[in-house]
């Protein structure tokens, strides 16, 4: 992605004298862009698939036309006798629509937009004006906002993306230095969620023995919650001095990241409660005197997939229930969807390792600061930002590294 502030060129036609050309007679002009044209030379723009009169190359996921002929479609196909037989596919049909139509929208006033600047740039080369400048400069760097979080939002393109998210932090091998890690990184997405203003619970956490928590569930709430957070599934490696090492030594330790799609009431996901064991237990850890003193905590357990999903952050065991039967929906539907990439995969004749696999990033605190992304290369010095919630960039590089990888497919 490049720079946020962009500035129009002038594409004017080679002259046929050699001699470079003059510069721009505007004293403002040529202090904010150093442009070179000639006299009654106007700005054209370049060709493109997202304009009305650009190319006629495929406009790929942002192809307005598209999306407003499967409108038209969506609208038709309601009035079909049958159409609201099947309540649960006729919702899903309509947020499609509704989807469709704010994301239409939304692109229509990024065009015009686009449009009145271009307009108001032309004046500008006419009759120069160091306030409309100003002006233009401020609307441009709001214009190339908007359009990059837009842009941003095409990569969230996967069925479950635009739902809430549950998110599951796994301490591996490496005792108390292991589950101190895992307690710092739900701290880094508890952050995280709060720059996005995603509503967080913990659904449930087993504490380490010393410090730190073995594992925690947390869900998280907003629209593309999913979208985002499913760029971090993976093992994440931590290199630092470790604090309960009385020697001062380095240690490497790894934390695995589960992400999944909250599963919702019209999701086809149905329980057998022939194939599920319920047990109730006493919750563990902190909290208040009616928590610790009944058996309100709930673990369901999938038996012919072994899926276990556990709540015990409620204050009642009708409570706790539900929220597990959340999780394990979340679960099974999770495990559906990695059976589907798992058949593409094989498809491709690519092989897939069991278990925990590859770490997808590192947080090296020592002896240099450094956060790098395996898979798409990035990285940064500032580990503070990082551990501080601050992870949009290094989101941003994987969705858009799949998605290359899906266009190339």
Not at 116 to 130: F, K, M, N, R, T
Not at 186 to 194: I, K, S, V
Not at 256 to 262: F, R, S, T
Not at 342 to 350: F, I, M, Q, Y
């Amino acid at each position: 992605m490049g720079s946020a502030r962009t500035t129009p060129t002038a594409h004017a036609s080679t002259p046929s004298s050699p001699v470079a050309r003059p510069r721009c007679a505007s004293s403002s002009c040529a202090r904010s862009c150093s442009r070179i044209c000639r006299a009654g030379t106007r700005w054209k723009r370049p060709p493109s698939g997202t304009w009305p009169n650009g190319s006629g190359r495929p406009r790929g996921i942002f192809d307005l036309e598209a999306k407003e002929a499967r409108v038209a479609q969506i609208e038709a196909l309601t009035q079909e006798p049958g159409f609201w037989d099947d309540g649960r596919a006729a919702q899903k049909v309509l947020r499609e629509a509704d989807g469709l139509r704010g994301e239409i929208t939304t692109w229509r006033e990024l065009l015009v937009r686009a449009d009145d600047l271009l307009a108001a740039v032309e004046l500008l080369y006419e009759a120069p004006d160091a306030e409309l400048e100003a002006e233009l400069e401020r609307d441009a760097a709001s214009l190339a906002t908007d359009f990059l979080r837009e842009r941003t939002a095409l990569l969230f393109s996967g069925e479950y993306d635009e739902r809430p998210a549950l998110l599951s932090i796994s301490a591996g091998a490496g005792g108390t230095e292991a589950t101190d890690w895992t307690e710092m990184l739900l701290r880094m997405y508890l952050r995280w969620a709060e720059r996005h203003r995603f509503p967080t619970e913990i659904l449930d956490q087993q504490e380490g023995e010393q410090a730190g928590l073995k594992s925690v569930t947390v869900a998280v709430n907003g629209r593309r919650a999913y979208g985002w957070l499913r760029a971090e599934r993976g093992v994440h490696r931590l290199v630092r001095i470790s604090p309960f090492d009385s020697q001062n030594r380095r240690q490497t330790t790894f934390a695995l990241v589960e992400v999944l799609p909250e599963a919702e009431d019209d999701v086809e996901i149905e329980l057998d409660w022939d194939q599920i064991r319920v047990d109730t237990f006493r919750s563990q850890g902190a909290g208040g005197q009616h928590v610790n003193k009944t058996d309100s905590a709930v673990r369901l357990t999938h038996l012919p997939t072994g899926i276990v999903a556990q709540s015990q952050n409620e204050r009642s065991q009708t409570q706790n229930k539900e929220m597990a039967i959340k999780v394990l929906k979340s679960r099974l539907l999770e495990r559906a969807l990695e059976e589907k990439e798992e058949e593409v995969r094989k498809l491709k004749g690519e092989h897939v390792e069991a278990g925990w696999g590859n770490q997808i990033r590192s947080y090296v605190l020592h002896p240099y600061q450094m956060v790098k992304d395996l898979r798409t290369g990035y990285e940064t010095g500032n580990t503070g930002a990082v551990l501080d919630g601050d992870l949009d960039a290094f989101m941003q590089a994987e969705l858009e590294r799949v998605i290359g990888e899906e266009g190339a497919a």
